[in-house]
Every structure is written in structure tokens, then in C-alpha cells.
């Protein structure tokens, strides 16, 4: 059985063959919703943006010409359909607010080492919450999702050396405003 790229299969469902969409859902469903949640914290709300955005992938299969990457053209809806969502949710005067779960993960009980890994990784997602929408979203593309540098620059229409700058400052602010958390105490 012959193994179809991302390309040949978005082209295909372009071409009307539907069916051809559900492999693409296979493929990158899973990545999709990660990026969601590890913006949102919120795992319904991470699966309705994915589905959104496959129905954005049906909706505009008639633009998709084939000559760049697929993962490209699917982040470039992806990040569409979160601005979309931060602009709605602004608007109804919606937060995304993730304390109250970080009380409850403060509570589980995990031996010292472990417990401390645990301590860090909130502490790390509370100190990419504080950062902008840009910077969270570049380092949760290039960091999280492994989308190549090359890629992102395609996706917001720029160099690729820019986009390096861009990841460098925001893990730098990261880092500054980690430190600062935890210099704090911040109780996670």
C-alpha cells in the first residue's frame, strides 16, 4: 500500500474526494490539539478549535495549490482560527485563566524528584501564559510542535532568520519571567 504525502491527500480532497480528509485528521489532529491546549488549557475547547479548523481545511480546499508545505497551509487556518476565538473571546469578556487547575495539580502528591519536575513544568507554563499571544505561539510552534523555522517564516511572511530572532528573544523572555516567578515563590 502506497503511503500518500500531505500534499497528494489535500489534493485530493481539493479534488472532491472527502474521504481522503479523515488521513489528514489522523495525521495531525493529535498535533493540533496539543498546540490548542497547551494555549488554551482548556481540552474541549482545544477540540472544538481542531474541528474548526478542519472544517476551515473544507471550506478553503479550493485555495490549497499544492506548491508548499500542507503543515504550513494547516497552521496557517490553525492560527486563523485562534485569532479568531482570542478576538471573540475578548469580546465577551471570556479568560482563559488556568489558576484554578494549578491549585488542583498543587495538590497531587508526587515523590520529591518527580514533585519537583512537576513544580517546574507549571511554573514554565504559568511563565508562558504571561508572555504575548506572538511570542507563546512562536515557541509553542518551533519548541513544542517542532514546526521548522522555515516553515513559520512561511507562515507569517518573513525570513527565516527573523523567525530565528523572534524564537530566540521569546525564550529569552520566558526564561527572564520564569526566574522571576520562582524567585518569587510563586506558589504553583
Known amino acids: 500500500m502506497e503511503i500518500l504525502t500531505d500534499n497528494a491527500l489535500m489534493l485530493q480532497v481539493k479534488s472532491g474526494d472527502l474521504d481522503k480528509l479523515s488521513l489528514l485528521f489522523k495525521r495531525y489532529g493529535k498535533s493540533l490539539y496539543g498546540f490548542y491546549f497547551r494555549f488554551t488549557r482548556n481540552a474541549e475547547l ?8 478542519f472544517e476551515r481545511v473544507l471550506k478553503y480546499r ?14 496557517h487556518l490553525a492560527r486563523n482560527v485562534l485569532a479568531d ?16 487547575k494549578q491549585d488542583v495539580l498543587a495538590d497531587l502528591t508526587v515523590p520529591g524528584e518527580a514533585r519537583q519536575k512537576e513544580e517546574h513544568l507549571l511554573l514554565m507554563e504559568r511563565a508562558l501564559d504571561q508572555l504575548s499571544n506572538d511570542k507563546k505561539e512562536l515557541l509553542l510552534l518551533s519548541k513544542l510542535q517542532g514546526v521548522k523555522y522555515k516553515d513559520i517564516a512561511e507562515l507569517r ?3 527565516e532568520a ?21 524567585a518569587k515563590g510563586i506558589n504553583i
Open 46 to 53: 482545544s477540540e472544538d478549535l481542531v474541528q474548526d479548523v
Open 62 to 75: 479550493h485555495t490549497f495549490r499544492g506548491d508548499g508545505k500542507f503543515v504550513t497551509w494547516l497552521y
Open 85 to 100: 476565538h482570542i478576538k471573540k473571546a475578548k469580546k465577551a469578556g471570556i479568560t482563559t485563566d488556568i489558576d484554578g
Open 157 to 159: 511572511d518573513c525570513t
Open 162 to 182: 527573523n523567525v530565528k530572532v523572534r524564537v530566540f528573544r521569546a525564550i529569552n523572555d520566558l526564561r527572564e519571567v520564569f526566574l522571576k516567578l520562582q
